[in-house]
């Protein structure tokens, strides 16, 4: 038994030993200060010089980020969040504005016919909004611009036209979108637009006119002063780079797909881009299905599907895809939990924030005054499950 | 409702849903009581619990009609905010977090040649604001929603990060949820006495609370930890409840805090200032202190001083928010003061107003204080408040009264806690004694 006892105690002692003398070999290369995470598989591989840095200012300024005081000073600078100051904001029709904004050194340009989101903070709450890019890609002094229009009730639009100002900074995103030009480029081209619609083709025109030789533009408003951009576009029409059919639908009416036929013989030949209302983008979709020559028809939606609001929906949640239909008064972390959802969770009564998650997409209704809170996609608004029930369809992230 | 919802109880209140455990969450459900009764105005019948001591019941003379319309009131006076809310709130914020910042880049700067007295006194005196302004008026508010409807990810209740040994989560856990929805309920609000002292009549005293005066000045000197050692509830693993899983994972948590905040304040900053490193330590090490203390009496005003009632357990069984407003109100107490005095304590000078509407943004609280004091005389319900000072010294005096047994007639309260200690003393002697059977 102490025989045993001792063979024990020695084999214990040497392993404490052998791993003291590991410890202190490489204690040149371990640091107990700041622990220094190496890529698995080559232990012995030195950080670089800009990590280290960076490891220390963060333990410098922790519990913040180095970012945190660096947006204090700098909030444009390369590697921030994309921001970006804007420059100038000018009329284009009564209610249609051109912002132009100059944007952070993370800004990785665009293709023309993209569109981009931007961020504004409207009576103190952040609103993420999707305009089409109208601006050359190689401009000097590397400003963009976007052109937006007040829509009826639009909090965003109708803040952007009335009440932003230059050298206000907003938030963005980068560039993204296919509704863009082919290399190489069409030989007969139609673009179909109403309404701020001309915005992504106004980019792909000031951008590739030269590079395109047979272009029909079909644009439509519904005065003849609301015409967005029309000097620009009637001037390439006199110069003969552009044929214009400018249409103003409250006298004239809107341009059905019938009218096609007399308009541009030829349009089943071309290739076509398309961006307006839905009725009028559905439309022009089943004619070319029609026709069999979809592939020619590419198609921008602007708004995207309207949210219904109302009493209760549908909710899924998150990657677990359950789905459960809940009604107008319940809250959405009961009917979760019902359904067998893993949530967060609280005071249930709307004032920890213990289960606040972001609503991908939907509406919601709060339990306790009624308030409507709407996210698009890309949104992720947080909302507090507990005192909150679906108005509408609802995609709950967890 | 279709089928697939029809299996499931959807009742508002859930009072038949199953509450499946998140990991690490406990169910703050139980199948007899439905918590969302908070979130009606609805009362049937007003129910009086009394409490050990036989105090009387504060609000015994508000009817269910009462309670109803005091509700609506209230959730009026929030509605009027929130509607109001807006750009000028936003920018306070903002203003608030910029100049926090900027305060503490510049202390710390001054800091670096804390050798020289006069910056020494400079840079210390500034990081110490600078750390009051974080923790108050925008750590402990950002952290309890009340800038979440922003929408700014940086500025977020789920986001933020405070200079505090106690992680942001924990804290959320602990404060927000168990504090605000639980307040002053005896047996249920761990910050009544936080878990060591005894606050109040209500309480049971043991021998243990003799030193509570103590206590509450070591407290009040390493008051950061304190708050992590509560957040992480060692007295619950001490007497052998609470998970052991969730306290390895949550200790883990506020090590690696503790950690990162001390290696900042004691290695990092002192390292940069070279010949100052004493100095700095010292200035860091002085500003922690000056926090703690600030934040501990400003603190021990929202619940402990004179005046503040408390609730039997029972007593909030079916609780709808008409009643929970009453438990909001009259157990908190406000400090009087200068407008500094509200920035510096975070607007918890408006504590009375916090508990009402936690999430309402902090700058907003100063509003809606007179209409708040209104309603309550309306309704005969005592609004305590009373300038620092006294409030402190209150508090004081009732951490210290307490620490003895509540008084008997005829007899001294230093006899009835000798008596209890003897009788302790013998039943301890007595079990160890061997027990002989035959």
């Known amino acids: ?398 | 409702m279709t089928a697939t919802a029809e299996k499931f109880d959807l009742t508002i209140d859930g009072t038949a849903a199953s509450t499946p455990k998140a990991p690490g969450v406990p169910s703050a459900r139980s199948a007899t009581r439905p918590t969302n009764t908070r979130l009606s105005t609805a009362i049937a019948e007003r129910r009086h619990v009394p409490k050990r001591s036989g105090k009387a019941d504060p609000t015994a003379h508000l009817t269910a009609e009462d309670v109803e319309a005091l509700a609506m009131e209230l959730d009026e006076l929030r509605q009027g905010v929130l509607e109001s809310r807006g750009v000028e709130d936003a920018a306070y914020i903002r203003k608030v977090i910029d100049v926090q910042r900027k305060i503490e880049l510049a202390s710390r700067a001054v800091l670096l040649f804390a050798i020289f007295p006069p910056a020494w006194i400079v840079g210390t005196a500034g990081l110490s604001v600078a750390k009051i302004l974080d923790n108050m008026e925008v750590g402990h508010n950002i952290l309890h929603g009340q800038w979440d409807w922003m929408r700014d990810p940086k500025i977020h209740s789920t986001t933020w990060e405070w200079d505090s040994a106690t992680p942001a989560a924990l804290w959320k856990h602990s404060h927000n949820e168990l504090h605000h929805t639980w307040t002053n309920v005896i047996g249920k609000d761990n910050d009544l006495g936080y878990g060591i002292m005894r606050v109040d009549e209500d309480q049971r005293w043991t021998p243990a609370y003799l030193g509570q005066p103590i206590y509450n000045f070591l407290n009040m000197c390493f008051f950061q930890y304190g708050i992590a050692a509560y957040d992480l509830e060692i007295g619950k693993q001490l007497a052998g409840r609470g998970d052991k899983e969730d306290f390895k994972r949550n200790g883990k948590m506020v090590l690696r805090k503790v950690g990162r905040q001390a290696r900042k304040d004691y290695l990092l900053h002192p390292l940069l200032s070279g010949p100052s490193f004493l100095h700095t330590m010292a200035a860091n090490a002085t500003a922690n202190f000056v926090r703690n203390v600030w934040t501990h009496s400003i603190i021990m005003c929202g619940h402990f001083p004179a005046g503040v009632e408390t609730f039997a357990r029972a007593s909030i069984d079916g609780e709808s928010r008409g009643e929970w407003y009453l438990r909001q109100m009259l157990g908190s107490a406000n400090i009087s003061g200068s407008k500094a005095l509200h920035i510096m304590s975070g607007n918890l000078s408006h504590q009375i107003e916090h508990h009402l509407f936690p999430d309402l943004p902090s700058n907003r609280y100063g509003e809606i204080a007179p209409r708040v004091q209104e309603i309550c005389e309306r309704y005969g319900l005592t609004y305590t408040t009373g300038p620092l000072y006294k409030q402190v010294a209150s508090a004081w005096g009732q951490v210290i009264s307490l620490s003895l047994p509540n008084p008997e007639p005829g007899r001294r309260r230093v006899g009835i806690a000798a008596q209890q200690i003897g009788k302790q003393v013998r039943r301890k002697l007595r079990n160890r004694r061997p027990v002989r059977t035959a």
């Not at chain 1, 404490?16 to 200060?33: C, D, E, N, P, Q």
């Not at chain 1, 106004?202 to 951008?207: A, D, E, F, K, S």
Request: with cysteine.
């Open chain 1, 1 to 398: 038994m102490f025989v045993l006892c001792e063979q024990f105690g020695a084999r214990f002692s040497r392993a404490l030993v052998r791993k003291l003398a590991y410890l202190i070999a490489h204690s040149g290369t371990m640091t107990a200060v700041l622990p220094l995470r190496t890529t698995p598989g080559s232990t012995r591989s030195r950080p670089s010089l800009r990590t280290v840095l960076r490891r220390v200012a963060e333990a410098v300024v922790t519990p913040v980020l180095p970012d945190d005081y660096l947006d204090l000073i700098a909030p444009m600078r390369a590697g921030a969040d994309l921001r970006g100051r804007v420059v100038s904001v000018t009329p284009e029709t009564r209610d249609a504005v051109t912002v132009r904004i100059k944007p952070g050194r993370s800004w990785a340009g665009h293709v023309p016919g993209q569109y981009i989101r931007i961020g504004v903070d409207v009576d103190g709450v952040r609103n993420w909004r999707a305009y089409s890019l109208t601006s050359p890609v190689d401009a000097s002094d590397g400003i963009i611009s976007i052109c937006v229009k007040a829509i009826p009730d639009g909090k965003v639009s109708n803040h952007v036209v009335r009440a932003l100002q230059p050298g206000t900074l907003i938030h963005l995103d980068q560039a993204t979108g296919d509704f863009t030009l082919p290399s190489p480029r069409p030989a007969r081209a139609l673009f179909v637009t109403a309404g701020s619609g001309v915005t992504p083709v106004m980019g792909m025109l000031r951008n590739h006119l030269d590079e395109l030789h047979d272009v029909v533009v079909i644009h439509s408003a519904p005065t003849e002063p609301d015409v967005i951009f029309a000097a620009e576009l009637r001037e390439w029409a006199e110069a003969g780079r552009i044929r214009l059919v400018e249409r103003h639908t409250d006298t004239q009416g809107m341009v059905g797909t019938d009218a096609l036929d007399e308009l541009v013989p030829d349009w089943r030949f071309r290739e076509t881009w398309a961006c307006g209302p839905t009725g009028m983008l559905d439309a022009f979709e089943a004619a070319w299905a029609d026709a069999e020559i979809t592939d020619r028809l590419h198609t921008e939606r602007f708004r995207p599907v309207i949210i219904a609001e109302g009493e209760g929906g549908t909710v899924t949640f998150g990657t677990q895809r359950i789905t459960v239909d809940a009604d107008g008064a319940t809250p959405i972390l009961d009917a979760g939990e019902a359904a067998g959802v893993l949530m967060p969770s609280g005071c249930r009564m709307g004032i920890c924030f213990g289960c606040v998650v972001p609503l991908k997409e939907g509406a919601v209704r709060d339990l306790r005054n009624g308030d409507l809170t709407i996210a698009a996609k890309g949104d992720g608004i947080r909302i507090q499950t507990c005192v909150s029930a679906a108005a509408g369809h609802c995609e709950i992230d967890l």
